[in-house]
Each structure stands twice: as C-alpha cells, then as structure tokens.
C-alpha cells in the first residue's frame, strides 16, 4: 500500500509559479512509476506529467511542455512539479499517482494505482 499526500498548491497571478510536492510512504518508492494529473468542475481528470524511477524518463501534456518540470527525489520519497508561465486555464485540483514499475511512464489515469487527496492551484487572470 502507497500513501501519496500532495502539497504546494496556492492562489497565484498569471505568469507566475508554484511547486507542488507529492510525498509518499513506503520503503520502495524508487520501485513506482509517478504521476501528476488534473481535474477541474465537470471534467475528467487530465495526465500532465509522468516520470520513470530514474527520472530518465518524463511525459508532458503537450500544453505543458516547457513550462511545468517532473522530478523525484527518491531518497526523500518525493515527486515535484514545477509549474512556471502559469496561465487561468492550468487552474484545477492536482493530484500526484504512482503504480508499481519502475522502468515505464503512464499517462493514462487507469494504469495508475495509487492517488493521493488533491490540491488546489487557482490562477488568476
């Protein structure tokens, strides 16, 4: 069993930045594949980022390509997303996941496992 717990999140302008941070429990977090994904009102949730064991891996949404970076840090147990040039319509609840597999990335939300509570990033215009 993981337990990923998000934080970070904020009410932030346009243009600017936040880091979101995903910390998770277990003694093999190196072992798990990890993801970011978004939802907001109505919607379904959206991949945004992925990233391997390593880190030699990582998938963006193509919209965030270039703005927001994937990283982990596997001996604190912990994955980021540094979100920069922010704009109103990346507004929604972020949520970090992980599954078992340490070589791939997933972007899709059923292959992954494991979902931590969500948390609010609110860009404003």
């Given at each position: 069993q993981?337990?990923?717990v998000e934080s970070g999140g904020g009410l932030?302008?346009?243009?600017?930045s936040l880091r979101l941070s995903c910390a998770a429990s277990g003694r093999t977090f190196s072992s798990y594949?990890?993801?970011?994904f978004r939802q907001t009102?109505?919607?379904?949730?959206?991949?945004?980022?992925a990233i391997n064991w390593s880190g030699t891996k990582t998938y963006y949404l193509d919209s965030v390509?270039?703005?927001?970076?994937?990283?982990?840090?596997?001996a604190?147990?912990?994955?980021?997303l540094q979100m920069n040039?922010?704009?109103?319509?990346?507004?929604a609840v972020y949520y970090c996941a992980s599954r078992w597999d340490p070589?791939?990335?997933?972007?899709?939300?059923?292959?992954?496992?494991?979902?931590?509570?969500?948390?609010?990033?609110?860009v404003s215009s």
């Open positions: 993981v337990q990923l932030v302008q346009a243009g600017g594949a990890m993801g970011w009102p109505g919607k379904e949730r959206e991949f945004v980022a390509k270039g703005r927001f970076t994937i990283s982990r840090d596997n604190k147990n912990a994955v980021y040039s922010l704009k109103p319509e990346d507004t070589n791939s990335v997933y972007y899709t939300r059923i292959e992954y496992v494991y979902w931590g509570q969500g948390t609010q990033v609110t």
